[in-house]
């Protein structure tokens, strides 16, 4: 079993609606949890991190982290064709330590 | 901003042949990290380096080996290569005791592809 279980998808919706994309972990020494937005063909580009529980807003991304569920989920608002891409969950420990990332959700935003 | 850069950006190789691939990261950045990503599948973590020393390493097979210069950029040396290895190859790098420390960039990757 995976450390980090994340929906591959396709997820596709229509421009504007709101967008939930979910990870879930079994290790409890993850203490970091970042979501990556990864164009076809381009290097992952961090969006968001979170340390430890809860929540963070950024703009029209909203994550949010539930470590007793070990559960992760990252919220687009006011989705735009734009963010069309796959969406990578990522967790570390504490310090600089190496990513285990999910298996990405691949999403598509129809005009 | 300056970013992480990766030579070369493709690269073709038969089997059993050897390949060496670089990576700068951001200026001032001590850390680099070293990721396999098969197609339709999760970037993997292969190895690290912290101030020129192996810092972590992860699921890179023993054909391969890795090291950081005193200019801090990094090359990932793969020999007898397989057509396993076909693969994106992605470079990110971070800096140490900042604020931001567990901030990895990453670089566009290299593509190599084994025939």
């Known amino acids: 079993q995976k450390e980090v279980e994340q929906d591959p998808g396709p997820l596709s919706v229509p421009e504007g609606a709101i967008v939930s994309l979910n990870c879930t972990y079994s290790?409890?020494?993850?203490?970091?949890f970042m979501w990556y937005r990864q164009y076809s063909r381009k290097g992952p580009e961090l969006l968001m991190y979170t340390y430890s529980s809860g929540n963070k807003e950024d703009g029209r991304f909203t994550a949010q982290v539930d470590k007793s569920s070990k559960y992760i989920s990252l919220f687009i608002r006011d989705s735009q064709p734009s963010d069309s891409a796959t969406y990578l969950c990522?967790?570390?420990?504490?310090?600089?330590?190496?990513?285990?990332f999910g298996q990405g959700t691949r999403l598509t935003i129809n005009p | 901003a300056a970013g992480v850069i990766q030579s070369p950006r493709h690269l073709i190789k038969e089997k059993r042949e050897t390949a060496t691939l670089k990576c700068y990261p951001i200026p001032r950045h001590d850390t680099v990290y070293w990721y396999q990503q098969g197609p339709g599948q999760d970037p993997q973590f292969l190895i690290s380096f912290y101030e020129k020393m192996q810092s972590d390493k992860g699921s890179i097979p023993d054909r391969f080996s890795a090291q950081q210069f005193s200019d801090y950029h990094s090359e990932l040396n793969m020999s007898s290569l397989e057509l396993g290895d076909s693969a994106l190859y992605f470079c990110a790098s971070s800096l140490l005791f900042s604020d931001n420390e567990v901030t990895q960039y990453f670089g566009p990757g290299t593509r190599l592809l084994v025939l």
């Open positions: 990522a967790m570390s420990g504490m310090g600089a330590q190496k990513l285990v």
């Open positions: 290790n409890s020494a993850f203490q970091y």
